[in-house]
């Protein structure tokens, strides 16, 4: 599964939509490939629609968005239609969440999140081709999808469909991906040898299934990086890096990855002092030994090779995790992209 070309990719929150085509034109000035959308408040594809205008060319995707609270027809005209704004440049990167927000918060159904989320690929495909033929047709465990009228169809476009990526972190997961997905979103917490534990193998047992080689998924990795020339620099960047990691090393779901890498409990004295609402507390158990493992640290000069080195040949995309940090390190990051992707 070795990876020739590795694009770079920057990832933002979505912004007022005021602002996103700034950050979009900024983004393909720089020198990305392209920019990844989460979805927190703000919906991500609002933000990837505006892009899309605003820097033609640039490509986009969402990192994830939320798959329940939307019928896999909704979510697939509104890849489609940002694939056809785009060109063909859209990837549509969908993710379960956790039960909390899309019970509580979203308000729809939680169970069995892996086989409903499987099922949900293959609607959201056959939604792509009934676009094209005019007939949909899929029945699966939880979606049944058999109608469609020319009026409620967006018609067919002039560009493939649009590659349908899942945030993947465990196991079944990653076989999931691998037999249904085109790509995999990798968790921030996706160091080298999760990568190679996990990640390769399982999607590789994926693409078996479904009579595919695994090259031909994309492998989407986050990374977080600790860049500057100075001692001073790389010091404030491993404090924000800490605290990153604290957040996402304190849900149970991934502490399996942190005992794998030699930090056993990590996740089990995070949550102590979360539930104790001290946050300080909590960026302090992530040791320099953590940042060593988890995160990237380097001058400007050594910071692609030091990426390639770690995740070429697993990774067809980086996502930089904070390089929209301020104007002058957006423009350094933009020239490191640029060195990993000629490479």
Not at 13 to 25: C, E, F, K
Not at 69 to 95: C, D, H, I, M, Y
């Amino acid at each position: 599964m070795y990876r020739s070309t590795v694009h770079v990719d920057v990832m933002t929150v979505p912004l007022p939509l005021a602002l996103i085509g700034d950050t979009a034109r900024r983004t393909q000035a720089a020198g990305f490939s392209g920019l990844l959308l989460t979805e927190t408040g703000r919906t991500a594809y609002l933000n990837a629609a505006v892009a899309a205008q605003a820097a033609p060319g640039l490509e986009l995707s969402t990192g994830v968005a939320v798959a329940f609270p939307r019928s896999p027809f909704v979510t697939a005209a509104t890849a489609w239609e940002l694939q056809e704004a785009t060109n063909g440049k859209f990837r549509l990167g969908l993710g379960t969440q956790v039960r909390t927000h899309v019970v509580r918060r979203y308000g729809v159904q939680f169970e069995r999140p892996g086989p409903r989320l499987h099922d949900y690929v293959h609607a959201v495909k056959a939604c792509f081709a009934a676009f094209r033929t005019g007939t949909l047709d899929h029945h699966g465990e939880f979606y049944d999808l058999d109608f469609i009228t020319p009026q409620w169809s967006p018609g067919s476009i002039d560009a493939p469909d649009p590659k349908v990526d899942i945030a993947a972190v465990n196991p079944w997961m990653l076989r999931m991906a691998g037999e249904v997905a085109d790509g995999v979103h990798v968790h921030p917490l996706g160091e080298p040898g999760y990568l190679a534990r996990h990640v390769v193998p399982n999607i590789a047992a994926g693409a078996q299934k479904s009579n595919r080689s695994p090259s031909d998924l994309a492998v989407i990795v986050p990374v977080m990086t600790i860049v500057g020339d100075t001692d001073e620099e790389r010091h404030n960047e491993r404090e924000l890096a800490r605290a990153s990691m604290s957040f996402y090393a304190s849900t149970p779901n991934y502490s399996f990855i942190l005992d794998e890498a030699g930090f056993e409990g990590t996740t089990a004295r995070l949550r102590e002092k979360q539930k104790a609402g001290d946050f300080k507390g909590m960026a302090a158990q992530i040791t320099d030994d953590h940042l060593a493992v988890f995160a990237t640290e380097s001058t400007w000069d050594g910071l692609a090779d030091a990426l390639v080195a770690k995740y070429a040949g697993v990774a067809t995309r980086i996502v930089l995790y904070n390089a929209l940090a301020d104007a002058e390190r957006f423009e350094r990051y933009g020239e490191v992209a640029q060195r990993i992707s000629a490479s």
